[in-house]
């Protein structure tokens, strides 16, 4: 049984469980019209579908501790999941990293990670949530829309001149 819970300590090595591929197979590509975000989502054709990885990050726990809380989820005391939230200056708490062992993803454990990072906020006196996603990482981007999160922002300009221009973040809120 897959379990939640903040990451101590004691287990502070779990913060930096490895990234996996995922598919990258369509794109979501949000509009503001009349004061209103809405989006539409294209599939790619069968030959344009690749899968791309995020490189692994080195967090350190202790340099992150005083801003950041870490919350794993567990199959027995096998790190399968995290998030970190990160303290901001405003009413939403940032979702810096959240992501899902590939053999565990579309069982609810990101989901469930979520539920936590709620928790977490209220504790906290935030409003919600906040994140940002690629629009082509359409799995992340239909998650956060399926989970509650409404989209907030777009941001056309963070990728220009690096190897990944051409894409966009998407920018995420929820509130608790």
Same mark, same amino acid.
């Given at each position: 049984?897959?379990? +939640?819970?903040?990451?101590?300590?004691?287990?502070?090595?779990?913060?930096?469980?490895?990234?996996?591929?995922?598919?990258? /197979?369509? !794109?979501?590509?949000?509009? =503001?019209?009349?004061? &209103?975000?809405? =989006?539409?989502? +294209? @599939?790619?054709?069968?030959?344009?579908?690749?899968?791309?990885?995020?490189?692994?990050?080195?967090?350190?726990?202790?340099?992150?501790?005083?801003?950041? +809380?870490?919350?794993?989820?567990?199959?027995?005391?096998?790190?399968?999941?995290?998030?970190?939230? !990160?303290?901001?200056?405003?009413?939403?708490?940032?979702?810096?990293?959240?992501?899902?062992? !590939?053999?565990? !993803?579309? &069982? #609810?454990?990101?989901?469930?990670?979520?539920?936590?990072?709620?928790?977490?906020?209220?504790?906290?006196?935030?409003?919600?949530?906040?994140? &940002?996603?690629?629009?082509?990482?359409?799995?992340?981007?239909?998650?956060?829309?399926?989970? #509650?999160?409404?989209?907030?922002?777009?941001?056309?300009?963070?990728?220009?001149?690096?190897? &990944?221009?051409?894409?966009?973040?998407?920018?995420? /809120?929820?509130? @608790?």
């Amino acid at each position: 049984m897959i379990k +939640v819970r903040i990451i101590d300590e004691e287990h502070r090595r779990d913060i930096n469980i490895l990234n996996e591929p995922f598919p990258l /197979y369509g !794109r979501m590509i949000p509009s =503001y019209i009349n004061e &209103q975000w809405r =989006y539409d989502i +294209v @599939c790619f054709e069968k030959g344009d579908i690749s899968e791309m990885c995020f490189p692994d990050e080195n967090y350190d726990y202790y340099a992150m501790l005083d801003d950041h +809380v870490f919350i794993g989820a567990y199959d027995d005391e096998k790190c399968i999941g995290l998030a970190i939230l !990160r303290d901001v200056w405003m009413k939403y708490m940032y979702l810096y990293d959240l992501k899902v062992s !590939r053999d565990y !993803r579309r &069982q #609810g454990v990101a989901h469930a990670l979520i539920e936590e990072a709620k928790k977490v906020c209220k504790e906290k006196g935030y409003r919600g949530l906040y994140t &940002q996603g690629q629009d082509n990482n359409l799995s992340a981007c239909k998650f956060y829309i399926k989970s #509650g999160f409404y989209i907030g922002g777009l941001d056309t300009n963070v990728y220009k001149g690096t190897s &990944q221009e051409g894409k966009s973040d998407i920018i995420f /809120y929820m509130d @608790c």
